[in-house]
Every structure is written in structure tokens, then in C-alpha cells.
């Protein structure tokens, strides 16, 4: 599959499990109203995850930046990161992004902001220190491409959802074991309201988590593209994968926002897969690696 059908795939698969996660918010929502008889329960479970995901919109840049420590960098200070991200945003056709460094020696480096306009790039100093020019330039592009994608939009709805789908079920539960007042109590339907009070939340942070790989995935096909050279961000990335050690301010909150897995690459195969956030490092390497040829032919 070259970059272009990858990207296209990827940006199918990532709405219709964006769909798969509304659905399963009104469902959850549409039980626990039915379950205690008062449709406001789901009005406002409607309106809640609404107003959080607006709030998380407007101020998830902020909190993130600060929970990482990030600095604002200079241009006279950090002369290469800020002619490449300006170049790259050039050829993307988009607003040069804030730059901000985090101080920690692990490699790493993420994009969030609400919109195109208001977005920020950030790198680790571990991150500057180890990549040369064109594995630089594959980073910025892949982070340029997560702005250009609204991939921090999606991100930002999918983990805000999926945090209500477990405040929901959490709220469910409390109540069966509190001996909660309850309108509807025959048997079937306290056993479906159980089962999808404990297997909703685990549905929803599968769809969080596929949801983020997919971003990953697309953010590098567009990343290519976007340098024509998918090399440097193959490089980039195989560098990154090998740090041995986490960074200090990893959080699971964030975890997703970062081009690699800030608590380190982890191999998985099989089921362990569902659970990363993150691509594997090798899928993501073969992935640009195959399409590289087909980028050099076009180029000439």
C-alpha cells in the first residue's frame, strides 16, 4: 500500500471509530436513563460530554505544556529546530506552530493546540540532541501533519469520551452496590446493565487507543509526503524507539500525544497490540521504508 492509500485508509478507519465511540456514548447513556426511568439522564450525559470535550478544546494546550514543563523557544537559541518547523509549515501551507522545548534527556516530541491557528510543537532537548537534519525535519513534519490532520481535535474528544464512558459506568455500579433507587429491577435487565457497565469502559479505551494509532500511522503518511523523504522520519524514529529511558514527566493522560510511547517503545504482538498506544515502532518503519520507493519515482 503506498503512502497515499495508507493515508486515505487510515483516515476512514479513524471516523468510523469515532462513530463506534458516539454510538457506544448514547448507548450507555440511553441504558442507565431506561434502567432508572428518567430520560434526563441521558440529556445530560449528552450535554456533559459535550461541554467537557469544549472545555478541553479551548485549554488542553495549556495544560499539557505545564504539566510537561515545556519552555518557549527562541529562535536564537534553537536556530535549526525553528528554520525547519518554518519551512515545513511553508510547504504545508500552514501557520508556523509555537515552539516549545521540554528539558528531559529521553527523545520525544509532540503537537497539540485547538486549531491550526493556535497550534504548538514541542521537542525534548534529548529529541535536538540526537537526530541530524533530515531525521529533524521528519519529526517536524509528522507533528505538522497531526495540526494540518485536526488530529488534536479527535484526540481530544476520543480521551474525553472515553473518560465519561467510565465515569458513567462507574456511577452505574456505585449505585447497584450502594443498593441505589431503581425503577426498573428485573433480572435480564440488571445483567445487561452490569455486563455493559464493566465491558463499556474497556470498550471505549480500545477505541481511544485504536483511534491514536491510526492518528500515528496517517501523521507519518502525511509526514512523508510532506518532506518527500520518508527515510529521515524512519531514521527518526528507530533512534527514538531505542532511548533507554522514559521520560520523566510521562503521564497516560498525554501519552498519546507523542510521537513515541513517553514510558518507552514496547513490543507486542497479538492482543497486546489493542492495548498500546502507539503503532510498533517496526510497523511504523516498514511502513514508510515500502513507500519509499515509490516517492523516489515519482520525484523524478
Do not use: C
Not at 488530529?151 to 465519561?164: N, W
Not at 513517553?262 to 521504508?289: D, N
Request: charged fraction near 15%; aromatic fraction near 10%; charge should be positive.
Amino acid at each position: 500500500m503506498n503512502l497515499y492509500k495508507h493515508q486515505d485508509s487510515n483516515i476512514l478507519k479513524t471516523w468510523l471509530l469515532m462513530s463506534a465511540f458516539l454510538v457506544l456514548i448514547i448507548a450507555i447513556g440511553w441504558f442507565v436513563s431506561y434502567y432508572y426511568q428518567e430520560p434526563l439522564i441521558l440529556y445530560f450525559a449528552i450535554i456533559f460530554s459535550v461541554g467537557l470535550n469544549i472545555f478541553s478544546y479551548w485549554f488542553s494546550d495549556k495544560i499539557v505544556l505545564r504539566l510537561h514543563k515545556a519552555k518557549l523557544a527562541t529562535r536564537q537559541e534553537y536556530f535549526d529546530l525553528w528554520n525547519a518547523t518554518e519551512n515545513l509549515s511553508i510547504t504545508a501551507g500552514l501557520p508556523m506552530p509555537k515552539l516549545y522545548v521540554v528539558e528531559d534527556a529521553a527523545p520525544n516530541a509532540f503537537a497539540t493546540g485547538r486549531n491550526k491557528d493556535h497550534a504548538v510543537v514541542a521537542v525534548t532537548t534529548g529529541l535536538l540532541n540526537i537526530l541530524d537534519k533530515n531525521e529533524l525535519e521528519g519529526v517536524i513534519a509528522h507533528e505538522l501533519s497531526h495540526i494540518g490532520n485536526y488530529d488534536m481535535l479527535i484526540s481530544t474528544v476520543v480521551v474525553v469520551m472515553a473518560g465519561f464512558v467510565a465515569m458513567l459506568s462507574d456511577i452505574f455500579l456505585r449505585a447497584q452496590f450502594s443498593g441505589g433507587d431503581r425503577k426498573n429491577t428485573s433480572g435480564p435487565v440488571l445483567i445487561i446493565g452490569l455486563v455493559m457497565a464493566i465491558l463499556t469502559p474497556l470498550a471505549a479505551t480500545l477505541i481511544r487507543l485504536a483511534v491514536s494509532r491510526k492518528r500515528e500511522f496517517l501523521a507519518d503518511a502525511s509526514g512523508a509526503l510532506l518532506t518527500r523523504y520518508p527515510q529521515g522520519l524512519a531514521s527518526a524514529l528507530r533512534k527514538i524507539s531505542s532511548a533507554p529511558v522514559p521520560m520523566r514527566t510521562a503521564n497516560n493522560a498525554t501519552a498519546h500525544l507523542f510521537i513515541s510511547n513517553p514510558f518507552g517503545a514496547k513490543k507486542a504482538s497479538g492482543l497486546h497490540k489493542l492495548f498500546l498506544t502507539h503503532p510498533p515502532v517496526e510497523e511504523r518503519i516498514r511502513a514508510l521504508i515500502e513507500s519509499n520507493g515509490r516517492i523516489t519515482e515519482e520525484n523524478r
